[in-house]
């Protein structure tokens, strides 16, 4: 009796533990992936990357420099083929001159127009060689169109003529007459400066360097038809 008793405990405990096992929960914990909650999808514009390429960046774009062409007379390139250099009528449009430095008489003016120069350059204009500090004159009423430091030319005036139709250049000055301004009117015999030798003149050779060019529609002080001064100034006055 005792013996049936035991067997039907054992069957008893048994079967609870077989419910036990079959009724135990997963574990997810044991090598099973659970996967990350989703996520909402970024909205474009809110600073999210959305997977999309990047816009491409616009070149930036250059601005020309509006400023013109820092040109002179000493930088000219050659002319090209066309009638001669320096033939041009311009008697109508020019005022009798004065010649430019004090102390130079017609018969020591030299005619230095068409001088070879280097790279292949013409000299459009003329020397005039006088001691360093000597007085420039205006050569003719007009006014003071540009002041301008050139690297050939060294301290320079461009003048126009009273019309308007005809510049006048001096160049490699010592120094501007006191209070010259641009746009100052200008009377023939006005100081405006002194000889020198600066930009590529050569110290131990003071001179000025006078072109007169009749101007284009456009009145540019950079450009022109340069033509000969010499027979100008031949008949001027000290």
Same mark, same amino acid.
């Given at each position: ?15 609870? @533990? ?8 997963? #574990? ?18 809110? $600073?999210?990357?959305? $997977? ?12 020309? #420099? ?26 109508? /449009?020019?005022?009798? /001159? ?5 102390? @130079?008489?017609?018969? #020591? ?14 000299? #459009? ?7 360093? $500090?000597?007085?420039?004159?205006? @050569?003719?009423?007009?006014? @003071? ?9 060294? /301290? ?29 009117? /200008? ?52």
């Amino acid at each position: 009796m005792r013996w049936l008793l035991a067997f039907m405990f054992g069957c008893l405990i048994g079967a609870a @533990v077989v419910i036990a096992v079959l009724w135990k929960p997963a #574990d997810h914990g044991e090598g099973v992936a659970v996967p990350p909650p989703s996520l909402p999808e970024p909205v474009p514009g809110d $600073g999210a990357v959305t $997977g999309a390429p990047p816009a491409s960046v616009p070149a930036p774009v250059e601005t020309p #420099d509006p400023s013109p062409p820092r040109a002179d007379p000493h930088t000219r390139a050659p002319r090209p083929a066309g009638p001669p250099r320096g033939e041009l009528d311009a008697t109508p /449009l020019i005022p009798p /001159l004065r010649i430019p430095v004090d102390g @130079v008489g017609a018969e #020591d003016l030299a005619d230095t127009w068409g001088d070879a120069r280097g790279e292949g350059r013409e000299h #459009d204009a003329i020397d005039i060689m006088a001691a360093r $500090g000597t007085p420039v004159r205006a @050569v003719a009423d007009g006014h @003071v169109e540009k002041l301008f430091d050139s690297v050939p030319g060294g /301290l320079t005036i461009y003048q126009f003529d009273a019309a308007g139709a005809v510049a006048f250049y001096y160049a490699h000055l010592d120094r501007y007459a006191e209070g010259l301004v641009e746009g100052a009117t /200008l009377r023939q015999g006005d100081v405006i400066g002194y000889v020198g030798s600066t930009g590529n003149a050569a110290d131990d050779a003071p001179h000025l360097h006078f072109s007169v060019f009749v101007l284009g529609p456009e009145r540019h002080w950079w450009e022109g038809e340069a033509i000969n001064p010499y027979p100008l100034l031949r008949g001027g006055s000290e």
